[in-house]
C-alpha cells in the first residue's frame, strides 16, 4: 500500500537510523510544515538561509532536498474533511525521521470552532459551523481540535521538548550579564499534569473519585473540589534523563540537573530526582559523578573529564538561573517545571523571539519554533524568523552537519550586532535599521 495519500516525496535519499544513531546522506530529504498565520513568511526567509549555510560549509557537496507536509491550514485546504493533522504527514516524519516545523494555530478556549487563518475562535449560528469567520472573513473555520503540537508530539511519541537558551550579543534583556546564562533545558513531553486527566468540580464522576479517595484511601479531599491526577512514572522520567545526559556526554557539557519539587510531591517529582541520579549511576557510570559523591569522596574537586550530576528544588533554581547562572548546564525537568523554566530562562536573555525548540523522541526529531502563529502580522514579511532559522540549526547539529550550523549562528550573530534587525527587535535598540522578514534573512545570508 503507498505510503502517501496526496504527497509525493521529491528525489533525494533516507535518513536511516543504524546502531543507535541516524545515519544521514548527503542528500537527505526533510519534510517540513510551513505553520499557520506568519508560518509562510517565516519559512521564506528560513529556507534560503539554511541551503546557503549547507552549500557554502559543504561547497554544493551537501544538499537538504525538502518536501512539504502539511498541518492545520494547509492541511485543511488540500485534505479537506476537517483533516489538520493528516496521516500523510505523520507517515512523512516516521519515514524521513528529521522534519522541521513553523508554528501552528492552537484552539485555547471553550469555544466550537477556530479560524486556521486568524486563530478567532467561535461558536457558530444555532450551533451550526459557521460559513465565515466572524473576525477576518474568511473561509476556513473548522471545529475545536485538540492542540496540534500535542498531537504531533503524543502521535509520534516525541518524549523529549529541548530548549537551548543563550544570549545573542546585542540583543536588549532584562539582566545585567545574560551572557552567563547558556542551558540546554530537557522537559519530558507525555506526563506529569500535562496527561489531560482532570476531573471537574460538580460532576458525578468527580463525586466518585472524592469518594473513593476519601473513604477507601482516608485521603481528606473537600467535596467541592476539582481533581487532576499528576502521573510521573519510571519510564518517562528515565528515558528524559538518559536523553539528557547522552546529550551533555556527545557535546563534552559540564553538568546536568535534575530540577524537581520532591520535598512536597515525594512520590512523583522526588521519584523523578531518585530515578534520574539511578538512571545516571546505572547506564552513565564511566562519564558522571554526583554531586553527592563530590563531596564525600573528592573533597569538592572536580575530576577532569566527569560530568557533575545534581539536582536542586524547582522554586531554588528559579533563585538560581538569575544569581549563579554559569553554574547549570544541561537542566532535565519534568513537564509543569520544564515549561516554566523555559520561559523564564528564555525571557532572561531577551525574550521568545529568538529561542529554538525541538521535540525528539526514541528515533524522531521535530524542530520547532517555540512562538506562535502571531495572526495578527500574517503576509506582512514583518516577524522575526530567528526562532525557526535557529531551530534548523539544532536540526543542522543533529545531522552532524556542525560546520553550516555555526555558519548560520554566527552570522545571525553579526546580523544583530550591526543592528539590522525586525521590527521586535528595532523597537528595543537605539540606532538600530528595521528589516522585513525576508530581508533579515537575506542579511544573515550575506554574513555568512
Ligand atoms: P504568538 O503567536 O506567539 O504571538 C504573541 C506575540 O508575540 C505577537 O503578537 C508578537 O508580539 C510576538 N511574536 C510572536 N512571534 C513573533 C515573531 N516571530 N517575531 C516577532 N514577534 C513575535 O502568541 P498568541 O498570539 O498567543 O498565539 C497565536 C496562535 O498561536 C494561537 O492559536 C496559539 O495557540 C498558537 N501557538 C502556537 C505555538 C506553536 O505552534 N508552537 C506556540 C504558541 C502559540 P507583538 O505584537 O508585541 O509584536
Redesign the pocket.
Known amino acids: 500500500m503507498a505510503l502517501f495519500d496526496k504527497i509525493t516525496p521529491p528525489d533525494g535519499d533516507k535518513i536511516t537510523f543504524e546502531q543507535d544513531r541516524i545515519k544521514v546522506p548527503d542528500h537527505p530529504i526533510i519534510p517540513f510544515i510551513e505553520?499557520d498565520?506568519?508560518g509562510p513568511d517565516?519559512w521564506k526567509a528560513t529556507q534560503p538561509v539554511l541551503d546557503s549555510a549547507v552549500a557554502k560549509a559543504y561547497g554544493g557537496k551537501k544538499k537538504i532536498i525538502w518536501f512539504q507536509v502539511h498541518a492545520g491550514l494547509t492541511a485543511l485546504q488540500l485534505y479537506g474533511n476537517d483533516d489538520v493533522l493528516p496521516e500523510d504527514t505523520l507517515n512523512a516524519i516516521r519515514e524521513y525521521l528529521v522534519a522541521l516545523k513553523g508554528?501552528?494555530?492552537?484552539?485555547?478556549g471553550g469555544f466550537q470552532y477556530v479560524c486556521l487563518v486568524c486563530?478567532a475562535e467561535q461558536d457558530g449560528p444555532d450551533g451550526k459551523r459557521p460559513d465565515k469567520c466572524v473576525k477576518c472573513g474568511s473561509e476556513w473555520v473548522t471545529p475545536r481540535f485538540r492542540s496540534l503540537?500535542v498531537g504531533l508530539r503524543q502521535k509520534l511519541d516525541l518524549y523529549a521538548c529541548v530548549r537551548p537558551v543563550r544570549w545573542f550579543e546585542g540583543v536588549p534583556c532584562p539582566v545585567k550579564e545574560p551572557q552567563r546564562l547558556n542551558v540546554i533545558i530537557y522537559r519530558e513531553n507525555t506526563e506529569d499534569v500535562y496527561s489531560g486527566i482532570e476531573f471537574e468540580q460538580g460532576k458525578e464522576e468527580t463525586q466518585k473519585v472524592i469518594q473513593y479517595l476519601t473513604k477507601e484511601m482516608g485521603k481528606l479531599i473537600r467535596p467541592d473540589s476539582g481533581i487532576g491526577i499528576k502521573p510521573i512514572s519510571i519510564t518517562g522520567s528515565k528515558r528524559l534523563v538518559r536523553k539528557a545526559i547522552q546529550y551533555a556526554v556527545d557535546h563534552h557539557r559540564s553538568s546536568v540537573t535534575l530540577v524537581h519539587k520532591g520535598n512536597i510531591m515525594k512520590f512523583t517529582e522526588g521519584a523523578f530526582r531518585d530515578w534520574g541520579y539511578e538512571l545516571a549511576k546505572e547506564e552513565f557510570r564511566d562519564h558522571i559523578i554526583t554531586e553527592k559523591e563530590l563531596w564525600d569522596e573528592h573533597d569538592g574537586k572536580m575530576p577532569s573529564g566527569k560530568i557533575l550530576v545534581k539536582d536542586r528544588i524547582a522554586d531554588q533554581m528559579f533563585q538560581q538561573v538569575l544569581l549563579r547562572p554559569d553554574e547549570y548546564d544541561v537542566v532535565a525537568l519534568p513537564n509543569l517545571n520544564g515549561d516554566y523554566i523555559s520561559d523564564a530562562c528564555a525571557a532572561q536573555v531577551g525574550g521568545l523571539?529568538l529561542a529554538p525548540g525541538a521535540n525528539l523522541g526514541d528515533q524522531i526529531a521535530l524542530f520547532?519554533?517555540?512562538?506562535?502563529?502571531?495572526?495578527?502580522y500574517t503576509g506582512q514579511d514583518k516577524?522575526?524568523?530567528s526562532?525557526v532559522i535557529l531551530s534548523g540549526t539544532l536540526m543542522l547539529e543533529h545531522l552532524g552537519w556542525h560546520e553550516a550550523a555555526d555558519m548560520v549562528v554566527k552570522a545571525i550573530e553579526k546580523t544583530i550586532q550591526q543592528k539590522r534587525v525586525?521590527y521586535?527587535l528595532e523597537r528595543q535598540m537605539a540606532g538600530a535599521t528595521k528589516l522585513k522578514c525576508s530581508e533579515y534573512g537575506q542579511a544573515i545570508i550575506e554574513n555568512m
Open positions: 505553520g498565520g506568519i517565516i508554528p501552528l494555530t492552537t484552539p485555547v486563530a503540537n523571539g520547532e519554533a517555540t512562538h506562535g502563529t502571531a495572526p495578527k516577524v522575526n524568523p526562532s525586525t521586535d
